[in-house]
């Protein structure tokens, strides 16, 4: 397509769940960004990668997330043992470079009860 | 790290009036972006504006880095225009302010 799109739409899991997010970002773009957006705040920034590598990833919270992009196309977020402070709505993004213009997708939206 | 903030929080707007919302950062940064998020939580990129000044429509953003803010201007403002307006900074990673929410009544 020609957006970067997220699989899925909604997410409902139960505490203690392995979830997987996932993004396809625009054809051609090398970088790929994760932010996590609560209910009345801007996104936070997760996780940034350049083609397969994670160039940065401070945002990350702690160990049970993890992302990964094997190929340099699409991205799957991880989040083991989620706990309801998890719930949020997942923002995938993408760019042609590092220093570009980001490209937003409509995000998953995780509600861990 | 780097501050973003973001004024006013919240605006109410009649429709067609202009509007100027601003965001102060504070450090210097590789790049600035304006994003309006809509209702349904799209987040459209609006400008990509490190410096200097870019108009698109009725919108339009000044940047000066030097003095470490930038400016977006809503012109003639219509329903549509309601949302979040984001302004994010990069200096590494990402960070976005905490966003002005305009209501734009009919």
Redo the contacts between chains.
């Keep these: 397509g020609a957006g970067v799109s997220q699989t899925p739409s909604n997410k409902v899991t139960e505490k203690g769940k392995y979830v997987e997010l996932r993004c396809d970002p625009i054809s051609g773009h090398t970088a790929l ?1 994760w ?1 996590r957006q609560s209910l009345g ?5 997760l996780i ?1 990668f350049q083609g397969t590598g994670a160039a ?1 990833d ?2 990350l919270p702690n160990d049970r997330f993890f992302a990964v992009r094997p190929e340099g196309s699409v991205s799957t977020l991880k989040i083991q043992r989620t706990e309801r402070g998890d719930s949020a ?1 997942y ?1 995938c ?1 993408s760019s042609l470079g590092g ?6 997708g ?2 998953t939206r995780l509600l861990v009860l | 790290g780097i501050q973003v903030e973001q004024s006013p929080p919240d605006l109410i707007l009649q429709e067609g009036a202009n509007s100027t919302l601003r965001c102060n950062f504070s450090d210097s940064v ?2 600035l ?1 304006w ?1 309006h998020q809509n209702p ?6 609006l400008f ?1 504006i490190p410096s200097g000044t870019k108009q698109n429509g009725r919108l339009s953003a000044t940047t000066v880095a030097t003095e470490r803010y930038s400016l977006l201007y809503i012109s003639s403002s219509q329903t549509t225009d309601s949302g979040v307006y ?1 302004c ?1 900074v ?1 200096l ?8 002005t929410r305009l209501t734009v009544k009919p």
């Design positions: 960004y932010y705040q801007g996104p936070e920034f940034y940065d401070s945002g709505v923002l993004a220093t570009e213009t980001q490209y937003f409509p995000g | 590789n790049n972006q994003f349904w939580g799209q987040l459209i990129n990509y984001f994010a990069e590494g990673d990402m960070r976005f302010g905490a966003g």
